[in-house]
T-cell receptor
Framework: DQQVKQNSPSLSVQEGRISILNCDYT??????FLWYKKYPAEGPTFLIS?????DKNEDGRFTVFLNKSAKHLSLHIVPSQPGDSAVYFC???????????FGKGTRLSVIA | DGGITQSPKYLFRKEGQNVTLSCEQN?????MYWYRQDPGQGLRLIYY???????QKGDIAEGYSVSREKKESFPLTVTSAQKNPTAFYLC?????????????FGQGTRLTVV
């Protein structure tokens, strides 16, 4: 039973345009969410996070939106750059000292 | 430099053999984790440890074992009981609460059964 779902395996966007990556979750206990970026044969690197008490968090070109009623979050990248081409993982965390639960990832390709 | 180190980067194992993957961190993190990545499967949790001498099973612990004798180290043994061990293995560490620090990942070990 997938607790975190990233229903788009891949996404292609032109350089300079907006990339929107979506994530849905089923575990209503999740109260903290993170996005990670991963290049092939490397470990994921942290991108941005959001607490469930917020509906938006912004860091430079990256903004994460959280819609708790819909159990949905999205990552916006504006403007998209070729170096953003990677696999993006959404993850949720429940209260207490519990580990990250990841989605299956979305492969973003930014075309020059 | 502080970080998390996995070794080796590539590992080949014959069927029926046990093999141990190393994970060391010098970030003074209490928590450590092992994930497995397969194509189209995302990152699945194998084991995690919140404190020395304690660890919990994740979603796919069967065929794996771990130890946490030191804060800095969390080795993963892939036993012969693991049916499909060929995968990319990722180790991570964090403070006990992921709200204080995000999880930092190592560079991964690709294990291939030959």
């Amino acid at each position: 039973d997938q607790q975190v779902k990233q229903n788009s395996p891949s996404l292609s966007v032109q350089e300079g345009r907006i990339s929107i990556l979506n994530c849905d979750y089923t575990n209503s206990m999740f109260d903290y969410f993170l996005w990670y970026k991963k290049y092939p044969a490397e470990g994921p690197t942290f991108l941005i996070s959001i607490s469930s008490i917020k509906d938006k968090n912004e860091d430079g070109r990256f903004t994460v939106f959280l819609n708790k009623s819909a159990k949905h979050l999205s990552l916006h990248i504006v403007p998209s750059q070729p170096g953003d081409s990677a696999v993006y993982f959404c993850a949720g965390v429940a209260p207490g000292n519990t580990p990250l639960v990841f989605g299956k990832g979305t492969r973003l390709s930014v075309i020059a | 430099d502080g970080g998390i180190t996995q070794s080796p980067k590539y590992l080949f194992r014959k069927e029926g053999q046990n093999v141990t993957l190393s994970c060391e961190q010098n970030l003074n993190h209490d928590a450590m984790y092992w994930y497995r990545q397969d194509p189209g499967q995302g990152l699945r949790l194998i084991y995690y440890s919140q404190i020395v001498n304690d660890f919990q099973k994740g979603d796919i612990a069967e065929g794996y074992s771990v130890s946490r004798e030191k804060k800095e180290s969390f080795p993963l043994t892939v036993t012969s009981a693991q049916k499909n061990p060929t995968a990319f293995y990722l180790c991570a560490s964090s403070s006990r609460s992921l709200r204080d620090t995000e999880a930092f990942f190592g560079q991964g070990t690709r294990l291939t059964v030959v």
